[in-house]
């Protein structure tokens, strides 16, 4: 079976298996585990994985789950890429994205995509644990566990495979779902599946570990959260977190964990001022308007919060749910004096000025922010959507075009330039930016779409419509390669 005859869902259903099931033995490492990453022979090629990851992931952002947050996901990539770096296989290009789900639960997906439910995040006591979480899911993909489950998954046949699949698709979102989608598999094929899960599981746990130390976290955070979670199932006694679901968790596993504690220095590691201000903003995004900004008033007035600066942020962003952009800014302005700045304060507060109608202020405020933050993403995005908002085309175009100068992989960036070629009436290059959005996405038959849209507009000088015929004779071979 060729990858690219899989169905999207089938894939979408797979891939979310991040340690449901294992393969094959290796060599047996100094702790006693089998090194099961270390195997010779994997079914899927790393390039094949990264166009199984790619394709999944432009299924994922169009799901209703997708968290589509720059913010928050900016801070993920930036927690993750220095675990990644220190991982035994940064090379792969991790990418991390949340998705917006209270249950607790991360998963690693085919090419290094790695889910992170806001419900995690809030979960977790410190940014060491989160750490572990993450350090964990990115072991599960250099140790190549996803590779070696899709192969022995085709050797035990379709429809059984699916159904599995189905069933831990389903214990992401819903647990209780889980039985219902295993009904017509066989029992014994899916305990085949699930067989050496622990074992994935333990690797996983021994090489996140020295992740975690060599990235300069805390390494007792990962036992720290996994022995939480251990002591909370007596709680949820059916009902379990999701990830102890998918990530079976005993008392064998703590004990590894904290036997590699036992000779290693304490080392508290302080919280970054952007893991605070990332959770306060997925706590504000909760519940209605009115309920975040309770929620938030009620910790500042009681003195309930161990970070008055992530609390005041976390107001601000509740506040700007309910519009009330004047009480925003007054907010910020006093944190941004006793805290100091961050690009997401400076984003919300020069957001602020332009929505309560100080447009030249709020131009600027967003101006001197990009002079200091300049790869700050949701910056980007937001001070181009006001340029579009307010009717500022050209300018907005001119942005664009610097800006993908100098990242020519932002697709969020070509959509927002799409927009800004419409409006000036520049109808070949706005289905040539759209185009070039989906082709980073993975949507190849979309993007060769919008080229032949550009191709037939009639406003196109010749260098337009050359670079537009070449990139879709481009696009057209990279498609029937990958139909082969």
Known sequence: MTFSSLPRGFLLALCLVSGAAGLAWGQVGDDGLPELGDSADTELSMQAEKKIGQEIMSEIRRHALYLDDPEVEAYLNRLGNRLAAASPDPGIGFYF???NDPMINAFAMFGGYIGVNSGLVLAVQNESELAGVLAHEISHVTQRHLARDFARKKQIGGATLLAIAAAILAAHSNPDMVGAAVTGA?????????????????????V???????AGFDARGMSAFFSR???????????????????????ERISDMQNRELNQPYHQVPDSLEFQLARARLQALRGTPAEAVAHFQKLLAEQKTLNVAATQYGLAVALARKKEWTAVENTLSALRQEQGASPMIERLHAEARVRRGDLAGGLAAFREALRRYPDAAALVYTYGEVLLENRHFDEAQAFFEQRLRKNMDDAR???????AYAALGKTGQQHWALAEAYALEGALPAAIEQLELAQRAGNNDFYTSSAIDARLRQLRQKQAETTK
């Not at 960036?413 to 927009?419: G, I, K």
């Open 97 to 99: 994205f949340p998705v």
């Open 186 to 206: 066989s029992a014994g094929a899916i305990q085949a599946q699930l067989g050496f899960s622990r074992d994935f599981e333990r690797e996983a746990d021994r």
């Open 208 to 214: 996140g570990f020295q992740i975690l130390q060599k």
């Open 229 to 251: 979670l251990q002591r909370a199932t007596r709680v949820y006694e059916n009902n379990a977190p999701v990830y102890l679901r998918t990530h079976p968790l005993g008392i």
């Open 413 to 419: 960036l070509y959509t927002l330039q799409a927009r």
